[in-house]
T-cell receptor, first 110, second 116 residues
Framework: GENVEQHPSTLSVQEGDSAVIKCTYSDSASNYFPWYKQELGKGPQLIIDIRSNVGEKKDQRIAVTLNKTAKHFSLHITETQPEDSAVYFCAASRAYKLSFGAGTTVTVRA | GAVVSQHPSWVICKSGTSVKIECRSLDFQATTMFWYRQFPKQSLMLMATSNEGSKATYEQGVEKDKFLINHASLTLSTLTVTSAHPEDSSFYIC????????????FGQGTRLTVV
């Protein structure tokens, strides 16, 4: 099955700086890569996703890049704000089943 | 995006009793729903996939007789934890997709189950 590795497990950044989270996947047939933000005690919220026919996608302060050859994809958050503090999960999917990374706890210091 | 509502958001039950968790898609018809379990500071673990009108498909290691899943309509799936024990205490989360071939999934807000 699919194996998704996510790094780092924790990330502390100064407000206004950028945050980058990286994931790798094992199944070359995976074609959908969403990123979720989870706040304490809540369900995951989709923040951005990318499909395998696209290399980069941006939505305001959030961007995702995908390197299919290397089987890497990354989340970039620019101009971080305290409300960006949360746990972020990457995932990969080939058909309908999502395989999640272990999560990254992001703390934005004011 | 589409809205998925989960109820209750938290529940405490006595050991040996059963608990039912509901997952509803509010503004779309969800052919496929997924149930996950999440332990503290861990990732989401898929428990089972349910398609409307058919039996759920359980992941390896998940007891189908303990975690009963019903997906009787296109907007409602239920997870019943039977004969709950303290080790079943966890955060249970559902998600819904338009179909098996549609990979975009929308998550509910989760249910915190505590078995005492």
């Amino acid at each position: 099955g699919e194996n998704v590795e996510q790094h780092p497990s924790t990330l502390s950044v100064q407000e206004g700086d950028s945050a980058v989270i990286k994931c790798t996947y094992s199944d070359s047939a995976s074609n959908y890569f969403p990123w979720y933000k989870q706040e304490l005690g809540k369900g995951p919220q989709l923040i951005i996703d990318i499909r395998s026919n696209v290399g980069e996608k941006k939505d305001q302060r959030i961007a995702v890049t995908l390197n299919k050859t290397a089987k890497h994809f990354s989340l970039h958050i620019t101009e971080t704000q305290p409300e960006d503090s949360a746990v972020y999960f990457c995932a990969a999917s080939r058909a309908y089943k999502l395989s999640f990374g272990a999560g990254t706890t992001v703390t934005v210091r004011a | 995006g589409a809205v998925v509502s989960q109820h209750p958001s938290w529940v405490i039950c006595k050991s040996g009793t059963s608990v039912k968790i509901e997952c509803r898609s509010l503004d779309f018809q969800a052919t496929t729903m997924f149930w996950y379990r999440q332990f503290p500071k861990q990732s989401l673990m898929l428990m089972a996939t349910s398609n409307e009108g058919s039996k759920a498909t359980y992941e390896q290691g998940v007891e189908k007789d303990k975690f009963l899943i019903n997906h009787a309509s296109l907007t409602l799936s239920t997870l019943t934890v039977t004969s709950a024990h303290p080790e079943d205490s966890s955060f249970y989360i559902c998600s819904a997709s338009l179909s098996m071939s549609n990979t975009e999934a929308f998550f509910g807000q989760g249910t915190r189950l505590t078995v005492v």
